[in-house]
């Protein structure tokens, strides 16, 4: 009985160890591999190997069932689709939308963008949600330099008085309801958020236009 036991754990300790030499590029020993390494479907890469994997497991894919082609593990390809890729090429002059289904900005960034900008209409209603939202979206992302009324004075823009002198801050914003700026149309605020403007750096990576016409929105109730 004894010598059962030790045989056992000894056997046992044995098959533990082996599967312990996983380093670099060995994985070491796996029960039921594929249960960690799924098949990669790649969109545009395919394995056209038709015995790729087929050590692997006993599952294939027999011509027998119904959508089978008598291929292995690995295989992935799609037989239909031009090159066998998993993914169809979107048709030509296909434009991407981004997740809220709007169109990529398109006018330039330049003299004449900022022109073509400043006759654009806001596609948002001036509702009370909306310049709420754009108010939310002003305090986040503006308000820092512009200030909580636009008066070019926020925290930023201001920088701290150490000994009696001004440190850190960013010089020249400014002041929505100045001269200049009065007359600034949503559109053009649209287009400065999205590009920035020389002393202002662009925000069209972080703010999504549906907020950015929200923010332009709020911006021209400050200037009142
Ligand atoms: C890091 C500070 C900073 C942040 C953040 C910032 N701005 Fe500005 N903004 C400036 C400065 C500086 C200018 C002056 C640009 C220049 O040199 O003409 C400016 C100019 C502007 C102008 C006037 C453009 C013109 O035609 O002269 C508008 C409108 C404006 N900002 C809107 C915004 C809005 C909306 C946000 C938030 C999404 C924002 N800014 C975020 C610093 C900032």
Redesign the pocket.
């Known amino acids: 009985m004894r010598l059962v036991k030790s045989l056992i754990t000894g056997v046992s300790a044995a098959v533990l160890l082996s599967s312990c030499g996983a380093g670099g590029d060995d994985q070491g020993t796996e029960y039921a591999p594929n249960m960690y390494h799924s098949v990669a479907y790649e969109p545009y890469s395919q394995i056209t190997d038709e015995d790729a994997g087929r050590w692997v497991t006993s599952i294939d894919y027999p011509t027998s069932v119904e959508g089978g082609e008598g291929h292995a593990e690995y295989y992935n390809s799609n037989r239909f689709n031009p090159h066998r890729m998993n993914m169809r090429e979107p048709a030509p002059n296909t434009v991407k939308r981004n997740a809220q289904g709007w169109l990529p900005y398109r006018l330039p960034n330049d003299s004449t963008g900022l022109r073509l900008a400043s006759r654009l209409k806001n596609p948002l209603d001036s509702t009370a949600e909306v310049v709420a939202a754009g108010k939310a979206?002003?305090e986040m992302?503006?308000d820092?330099?512009?200030g909580p009324k636009g008066e070019g004075n926020?925290k930023?823009?201001e920088g701290v008085e150490v000994d009696g002198t001004k440190k850190g801050n960013?010089?020249?914003?400014?002041n929505?309801k100045s001269d200049?700026?009065k007359k600034?149309t949503e559109g053009?605020?649209f287009h400065?958020?999205t590009y920035g403007?020389?002393?202002?750096?662009p925000?069209g990576s972080q703010?999504s236009p549906e907020d950015?016409w929200k923010?332009?929105k709020y911006?021209k109730t400050l200037q009142k």
């Open positions: 979206l002003y992302y503006c820092h330099c512009h926020g930023v823009a960013y010089n020249g914003v400014p929505y200049a700026l600034i053009h605020i400065v958020i403007k020389n002393l202002m750096w925000h703010i950015r923010i332009a911006v």
